[in-house]
């Protein structure tokens, strides 16, 4: 417990000079590339995450497996292998991609409304360049952006967010590679921010349950931020678009 | 060959758009899961979803509304197909009497055998060698021009070529494009005064192309001269042509014959060299 207390000093700050329930900051970029149908980078802090979005398309491959009533989400995720601090050896595949992947498809498909798209798919496509902690809410937020940007029909946001409980009574949000490698808890939230639902949740230690609620509310404030950050850059892009193609209104 | 190479992350990267600054008259924008209206007597279109009685928008775009019909269009999105549109495409398979097509849509469009115009005129039968014969017609990886003749209730596109002006494309340059890009307009097929034809597929696909001369094809558009050599100097306006077009794509301007004819004519300030 004595390495849990440095990770907020006595003044309330963190290692890295943040408050406890201060975010990294995040800067983020839409339509990145002309041959994927939308792609996104985003940056929060130092980890760096690029996704590309190609679809709805017709299902490739395995014909068997397109669905009649609604589309099929692929995800893959891949950590580039300069993206540690060890080179990794194999950039996607391996058992921690593979769990990663999953994970994602499980929180998009809670927000793609996929009933619009019969017998279609959608790939997504996310790259770890940099990775210092957080890797699975940025993947997260910048596959929604990609999303967004190809245009594909969401319920809402959907956004993710870290947190961890220093002190054993102090919570803390987005915490970084350096947090994250000196021990506490980290829980991880994926979650509709507008509705508040919760739509993946996970968690590397143990801590009391009591403060199961308090750590969760403040994830979930965090979540509600990033949609702010989020839906800025958003606005930003489409009247960007929208003022260099003349709105160019088809009715 | 040792040449610096330089890497930028996107962030860093020269914003290319030629946004007009001047203009301040956004319309309003809409993002996904945001409310347009709580009342309950408007009807809900495409991009938008009810909710507890709300109807939010489900896409990032600007609303349109026709009387009680509200629908928010995304800037950007796969080719939507409409009846009547020119567009361009690549055969992915040869079905029992039809063709399978990628026009950059949701899913494969269909070109079935009973819209093509055979060689041997209008009134032809459509016997059971034609249906054998297909692959003579087109294979796959060949790209054709043709017109939604249909859309079917689930998204998918039948296409037709039954008019002199569509069909098999011979030598000539693709471009794509996001759809979205494309101006509509009254005729996409275009005969440039600098020596080259354009066929602007509003799916996003472009096709450049040496002059066509419509008197000599007279059977319908199966045949594919390869062996015709193209001049240099309309290999060289082809090309340019084809990096202006990306150009305009890149900075995100609208693309039809006028502006991609002015995009020429600004860059032949900039001469290219011989490799």
Redesign the interface.
């Known amino acids: 417990m004595s390495r849990n207390r440095e990770l907020i000093s006595n003044i309330g700050l963190r290692l890295d000079g943040r408050r406890a329930l201060e975010l990294r900051r995040i ?1 983020c ?1 839409l ?2 590339f ?2 994927p ?2 792609s996104a ?1 985003i ?1 929060q802090g130092l980890t ?1 995450v ?1 996704a590309a979005v190609y ?4 299902v490739r491959g395995n014909r068997s497996k397109a669905q009649h009533d609604c589309a099929i989400v692929n995800c893959q995720f891949s950590m580039a292998v300069f993206s540690t601090g060890e080179r990794k050896r194999r950039p996607r595949g391996d058992r921690k991609s593979t769990e990663m992947s999953i994970h994602l498809h499980q929180a998009l498909i809670a927000a793609i ?1 996929v009933e619009l ?4 798919q959608i790939d997504v496509y996310v790259e770890v360049l940099h990775a210092d902690g957080g890797i699975y809410p940025a993947c997260v937020n910048a596959a929604t952006l990609a999303l ?10 959907l956004c993710a967010c870290t947190a961890s409980l220093a002190s054993n009574d102090i919570p803390m949000i987005d915490i970084s590679h350096q947090e994250e490698i000196m021990g506490g808890p980290t829980l991880t939230v994926a979650a ?1 921010p ?2 508040g639902k919760v739509v993946l949740l996970e968690m590397s230690q143990r801590f009391h349950v009591d403060h199961l609620p308090k750590v969760l509310d403040k994830a979930l404030k965090g979540c509600i931020d990033i949609k702010n950050i989020l ?1 800025e850059a ?2 930003n ?15 | 060959m040792s040449r610096k190479i330089y890497i930028r992350l996107a962030t860093d990267r020269v914003n290319t758009s030629v946004a007009i600054e001047g203009l301040r008259a956004y319309p309003s924008i809409y993002t996904p899961g945001q409310i347009i209206t709580n009342q309950n007597e408007f009807m809900r279109g495409h991009g938008t979803y009810e909710d507890n009685g709300l109807l939010k928008a489900s896409v990032a775009g600007v609303q349109e509304k026709v009387n009680n019909l509200i629908s928010v269009r995304p800037l950007k999105s796969r080719y939507n197909g409409e009846v009547g549109d020119v567009v361009v495409g690549r055969i992915t398979e040869v079905q029992q009497k039809r063709w399978k097509v990628n026009t950059n849509s949701r899913l494969d469009s269909i070109l079935p055998l009973s819209s093509v115009n055979l060689p041997g005129g209008e009134l032809r039968r459509r016997s059971v060698e034609d249906e054998h014969m297909m692959r003579n017609y087109l294979q796959e990886g060949d790209l054709i021009s043709a017109e939604v003749k249909n859309v079917y209730s689930d998204g998918s596109l039948s296409l037709h070529t039954r008019s002199l002006k569509y069909g098999k494309l011979g030598q000539g340059i693709m471009v794509k494009v996001f759809p979205s890009l494309i101006k509509r307009s009254k005729t996409h097929f275009h005969n440039l005064p600098i020596g080259i034809s354009l066929i602007l597929g509003t799916n996003g696909f472009i096709w450049i192309c040496p002059i066509i001369n419509n008197t000599e094809e007279s059977v319908g558009g199966f045949v594919q001269n390869l062996e015709e050599v193209v001049p240099e100097i309309t290999r060289a306006t082809m090309s340019r042509t084809r990096n202006c077009i990306l150009a305009l794509a890149q900075s995100k301007m609208m693309l039809f014959d006028t502006s991609i004819l002015f995009a020429y004519e600004e860059s032949k300030s900039i001469t290219y060299q011989n490799y």
Do not use: F
Request: glycine share 12%; net charge neutral.
């Open positions: 800067r970029k339509g990145l002309s041959e149908d939308g980078y940056e760096k690029l679809g709805p398309h017709q409304k798209y019969p017998w279609s967004i940007d190809a245009g594909i029909p969401l319920k809402e946001y509709l507008m509705s839906d958003v606005k892009n489409v009247r960007e678009i929208g003022s260099s193609t003349g709105w160019a209104s088809s009715t």
